[in-house]
């Protein structure tokens, strides 16, 4: 994976947040779409595997909320909701209040909590965006309790497989265009195909998640390989 001054990264989070902030009004529209209606289960079967009753929870680059909204659905006692874009969370409150929720800007690679602060640590669609994941999965470690679980769900590197061709070629010829249209920021969905470049496959994902500090890492692909959902558990 490349590696970024602390500079350059800076700089690309910066541009990645106004991206999404330009995206805020059509995101919710455009993931049902790319998704073909999935996401949602596919949440909660991420939130389902952390644990959540009663957690402490971080959900970082929580977007308009849905990650979060589910955790509070299943049990969580406190959700902490971070983005590094005040529109997307300004949206999230909108949708879903206050409740049980502090919402607050802040970057993943450098998080304003003190270490084990929380009993899960969870991302949906995130760590693809950042510039520094190595850096930012110590931090989600860092900031995990003894016993803390990590969940990650993020689209993957579809396996070499006919069916893996399909859905690469599904995913970088036709949903990023159509989703493109429909929110009007081509610049934005094209940027989307190319946020797996660089990217580790699932298997070296869960090594990067083990060498930041977790236990007992595995993951599951979802929706025949389409996405990957990473645990593992701080001892
Ligand atoms: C694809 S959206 C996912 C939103 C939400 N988790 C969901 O499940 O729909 C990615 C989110 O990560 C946020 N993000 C990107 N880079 C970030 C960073 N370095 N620190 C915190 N949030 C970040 C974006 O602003 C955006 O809201």
Redesign the pocket.
């Known amino acids: 994976m490349a590696q970024h001054s602390p500079h350059h990264s800076r700089e690309r989070?910066r541009e990645?947040?106004g991206m999404?902030?330009r995206l805020v009004p059509h995101?919710d529209r455009m993931?049902r779409l790319m998704t073909a209606g999935r996401?949602g289960a596919w949440?909660q079967i991420a939130v389902s595997m952390s644990s959540p009753c009663d957690a402490l929870v971080l959900?970082?680059?929580?977007?308009?909320g849905?990650?979060s909204a589910e955790f509070r659905r299943q049990g969580a006692r406190e959700v902490a909701a971070?983005?590094?874009?005040a529109a997307?969370l300004r949206r999230a409150k909108a949708k879903y209040g206050p409740d049980r929720t502090d919402y607050l800007v802040?970057?993943?690679?450098r998080l304003p909590f003190p270490d084990e602060s929380f009993d899960v640590v969870a991302?949906?669609?995130?760590l693809r965006?950042?510039p520094d994941l190595a850096a930012?999965l110590h931090e989600m470690a860092r900031v995990l309790r003894p016993n803390g679980r990590l969940v990650a769900?993020d689209i993957t590197h579809p396996p070499d497989t006919v069916w893996g061709n399909m859905l690469r070629l599904g995913f970088e010829q036709g949903v990023t265009r159509v989703a493109g249209l429909v929110s009007g920021d081509r610049s934005a969905y094209r940027y989307l195909p190319n946020s797996l470049d660089g990217y580790p496959t699932a298997d070296e994902l869960a090594r990067m998640i083990e060498h930041a500090g977790l236990s007992g890492v595995s993951y599951r692909r979802l929706s025949m390989g389409a996405v990957a959902l990473h645990v593992g558990r701080k001892c």
């Open positions: 989070v990645i947040g999404f902030s995101y993931n996401d949440r959900d970082l680059g929580s977007g308009t849905d990650l971070l983005d590094v874009s997307m802040g970057d993943a690679h991302s949906a669609f995130v965006n950042l930012a769900l």
